[in-house]
């Protein structure tokens, strides 16, 4: 259980293609990872992710810790049983949400005592509190409580979160049970090479069956990001998970690909599907813009989900205009679909030696955006 089991190594780039065994499932490498943060991946039921092609959806700690609350999850039998979602899981830890999202009142090397940003009702956050709580929840990938800091950040604030979050990794490790669940570490180390390096040193001689590469995506310029991943990709295990948090857009899935990446996740699919913003072969477009009124053409001509073999840029886009809860269900369907399907696309190219020219030719099309 828990082995990563490498099938292609790109002779060019870092790219690797994988199988990562779960208790629930075997998942497929690269991955994208839809967002669920509570407990459901917004407007989509568990059946159409599976049509869509989604291995393994994220949850949240932070989030179901404070509603409904881990017990009820527990005595629902655990997330799986709870959403009726019967492929991995993986939880996030709660270190990124309680710093961007509660009040924070404390933060020690103790832990991070806070307000809930629901109802300002108090909690102390720290390794053992977000290990027992992943343990109730039963995701099959579990993460570190960690400190990830925003950008910019002093070398020194940087330096001091690194050696937080090695010792938050430890007690993470120390209280982490449960056989069926597997506990990732973390790397911090923000934008500096050296922190970087030590943090992955760090971590990995504590030893987990698989690596979160925390700290970036908030809001570095993605050249840097790049050069971090550059760093770690020769200093990680090649035979561990490499896990990009919170990336990303389209050309960052593949630009991290090619150095080493093997899981994402992201909140943009669904966040843009609420908002209409799509992705489409040739970019990106917003559903709701005025030129689309009369365009009986689907969201994108070369994409073959069932929003693009059934609806039209105009349906939808009245949709939006008139308010309706299918738009957003239409958009966030595609765009997932697009991200996953992106993924098959850059595994299937390293498995057949063609990664290179792959990557060159999204990159041409979509123009590295990435922003
Ligand atoms: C968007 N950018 C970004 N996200 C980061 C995240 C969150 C990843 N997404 C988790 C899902 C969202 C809700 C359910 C789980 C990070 N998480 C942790 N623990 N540490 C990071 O350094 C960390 C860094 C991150 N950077
Ligand atoms: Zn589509």
């Known amino acids: 259980m828990f082995e990563f089991r490498l099938q292609a190594q790109c002779p060019v780039t870092g790219a690797r293609a994988g199988e990562f065994v779960t208790p629930h499932g075997v998942i497929k490498t690269p991955v994208f990872m839809p967002v669920g943060t509570q407990a459901t991946v917004k407007a989509m039921a568990p059946f159409e992710l599976e049509e869509i092609g989604a291995q393994i959806i994220l ?19 655990g997330l799986h049983s709870f959403m009726d979602w019967h492929h991995p899981i993986l939880t996030d830890s709660g270190g990124f949400q309680v710093f961007s999202l509660a009040t924070l009142n404390r933060v020690t090397d ?41 950008y910019p950040t002093t070398k020194e604030e940087a330096e001091t979160a690194l050696a937080r979050t090695t010792r938050w990794a430890r007690r993470s490790k120390d209280a982490h049970t449960r056989e069926d669940q597997a506990l ?48 770690l990709q020769h200093v990680m295990p090649f035979d561990k998970p490499r896990y990009l948090m919170g990336v990303g857009h389209p050309s960052n899935l593949v630009e991290g690909v090619a150095r080493g990446v093997d899981m994402f996740d992201c909140v943009l699919p669904t966040r843009n599907g609420r908002t209409g913003t799509v992705f489409v072969s040739t970019g990106r477009i917003n559903i709701k813009n005025q030129v689309y009124a009369r365009d009986f053409t689907p969201l994108d001509p070369s994409c073959d989900c069932y929003v693009c073999r059934h609806f039209t840029k105009a349906y939808i886009r009245h949709l939006y205009k008139a308010g309706e809860i299918l738009a957003a269900r239409l958009c966030s369907w595609h765009n997932l679909h697009f991200l996953i399907k992106l993924m098959e696309g850059v595994r299937e190219s390293i498995l057949n030696g063609t990664f290179p020219a792959f990557r060159k030719n999204f990159i041409e099309v979509f123009h590295g955006e990435g922003d």
Request: charged share 20%.
């Open 184 to 231: 990732f570490g973390i790397i911090q180390g923000s934008v500096y090479e050296d922190l970087r390096r030590r943090s992955a040193e760090d971590i990995t001689s504590i030893g987990f069956p698989g690596y979160g590469i925390g700290g970036l995506s908030v809001g570095e310029p993605h050249h840097i990001m790049y050069e971090m991943l550059d760093v």
């Open 59 to 77: 949850s949240n700690t932070y989030h179901l810790y404070l509603r409904p609350g881990a017990d009820i999850v527990e005595e629902a039998g």
């Open 110 to 150: 103790e832990g991070v005592e806070c307000q809930s940003h629901i109802d300002g009702s108090r909690h102390m956050m720290d390794p053992e509190w977000s290990m027992e709580v992943q343990q109730k929840l039963g995701s099959d990938i579990a993460m570190c409580f960690d400190q990830c800091l925003h």
